[in-house]
């Protein structure tokens, strides 16, 4: 079956401007959860949609925010995109299994370049 | 505060022979201990996931433990390929906090001929 599929692949915006990227997520999976990686900090949990609700936050600024649509599909968007949001931006999807043991599956992400 | 380290940052082997890498966390409670294999220029690739309670896991050649009294982890990996040229994660999932994951940095392996 198929992937985590993550569009575009490749971005490049201007300081100031705003950005949408966008998720699907494996047939099935109904959690959908965001992550930055920065060469400096490594991998960083944006935040995670079930259901078209937002569980779960990590410690990013307001300017980062999300949805998910009905079909499980998701969506984030950057605000005011300052240099420092150049990033590879992941996604990962899940079926969210009882017990904790919550395996993601990753997309292929999308490299943001903030000029 | 909940941290995961890993090391050695990067590594350089030749094919063929073993290595293990090292993570120590400090996350506490926790669901389960993961750990990924991420090629460059892709999204990370789940190896391992372990409860607490488990204390070895294998997928082929990759081999992780967990001691949980002292918070540390390792991947083992037996007979490198060039294709195991990448960066591996250790990844904790902190006690019913969903996919909200700490990872490590990551340890960087070079595999030569």
């Known amino acids: 079956k198929a992937g985590v599929t993550q569009t575009p692949r490749y971005l490049i915006k201007t300081r100031g401007q705003q950005v949408t990227l966008s998720c699907s997520p494996i047939?099935?999976?109904?959690?959908v959860s965001w992550y930055q990686q920065t060469p400096g900090q490594g991998l960083q949990f944006l935040f995670e949609?079930?259901?078209?609700?937002?569980?779960n936050k990590g410690n990013f600024p307001g300017r980062f925010s999300g949805r998910q649509f009905s079909n499980s599909r998701s969506e984030m968007n950057v605000s005011t995109l300052e240099l420092g949001d150049s990033a590879l931006y992941l996604c990962?999807?899940?079926?969210?299994?009882?017990?904790?043991?919550?395996?993601?599956?990753f997309g292929q992400g999308t490299r943001l370049t903030v000029v | 505060k909940n941290q995961v380290e890993q090391s050695p940052q990067s590594l350089i082997i030749l094919e063929g022979k073993n290595c293990t890498l090292q993570?120590?966390?400090?996350?506490?409670?926790?669901?389960?201990l993961r750990w990924y294999k991420q090629d460059t220029g892709r999204g990370p690739v789940s190896l391992t996931i372990?409860?607490?309670?488990?204390n070895t896991k294998s997928n082929g050649r990759y081999t992780a433990t967990l001691d949980a009294d002292t918070k540390q982890s390792s991947l083992h990996i037996t007979a490198s390929q060039l294709s195991d040229s990448a960066s591996y994660i250790c990844?904790?999932?902190?006690?019913?906090?969903?996919?909200?994951?700490?990872f490590g940095k990551g340890t960087t392996l070079s595999v030569s001929s």
């Open positions: 990962a999807s899940s079926l969210n299994r009882a017990g904790g043991e919550t395996e993601a599956f």
């Open positions: 990844v904790v999932s902190p006690y019913q906090a969903g996919t909200a994951l700490i």
């Open positions: 993570c120590n966390y400090t996350v506490s409670p926790f669901s389960n």
């Open positions: 047939s099935g999976h109904r959690s």
């Open positions: 372990m409860t607490f309670s488990e």
């Open positions: 949609y079930f259901s078209e609700t937002q569980r």
